[in-house]
């Protein structure tokens, strides 16, 4: 019964002193919301701005020690020029800019004489995003017939990091018939809860490109009601821009 509780005794030993060995340590993570309101933890290649990020320094082991964060998040090249300088455990930042951008956790844990530094010198392994140059077009006509197809005058697939969008639609007297301001909405065709006749429209937009390109886009529209999408044994082939 002795060497039992002997046993028993080494063994909640060991325990202690492995738990005492677990220094304290971060595990820096991110959640991006993009452009088009999808939340994902991993970003693959460049992203369209804006891109919205929370950033988790994730501590662990903390015990009794005290801990201070620091956030730095720049421009690749630009190190002298932070964009965050921030000592919270939790962050936000929006990427609104073309660029490459790296974002650094430090923390340092102290505890008496005893202090631990996070990452150790020489071993900084910042996040690493990139947002992608601005693209933006509009197509000359569209067919709001409720057939599914080609149902709204919207920027055509493939637009990206645009930060600021305002767009309009006017009839052939100058009067203003829609207006939006998100470039993955646009105009259905109507006009007082009904489809405008058949003609050609002016579209107006103004927007501003995550690298500060400015567009100005003046066009006309066509609307054609009676144009009909793809046929079921068409379903899949890419359709004309018109």
Known sequence: MKKILTVLALISSISLWAQDDEFPSVNPTAVYVTFDGEEVTELEGSQSAPLKAHFYANP?????YSARYEWKIWKEGEEDNLLVHRFEEEIEYTFAEYGSFRVQLYATFVLGNDTIPYPQEGEENPIQISISESKLDFPNAFS?????????LMAKEGWQSIVSFEAAVFNRWGTKIFSWN???DGWDGKWHGKYVKDGVYFLVVNAVGSEGR???IKKTITVLTGHNGPSKSEEGETGTDE
């Open 144 to 152: 709001p017939n409720g057939d599914d197809w080609n149902e709204k």
């Open 182 to 184: 998100d470039p993955a």
């Open 214 to 216: 400015k567009y100005h």
């Open 60 to 64: 662990q082991n903390v015990g009794q």
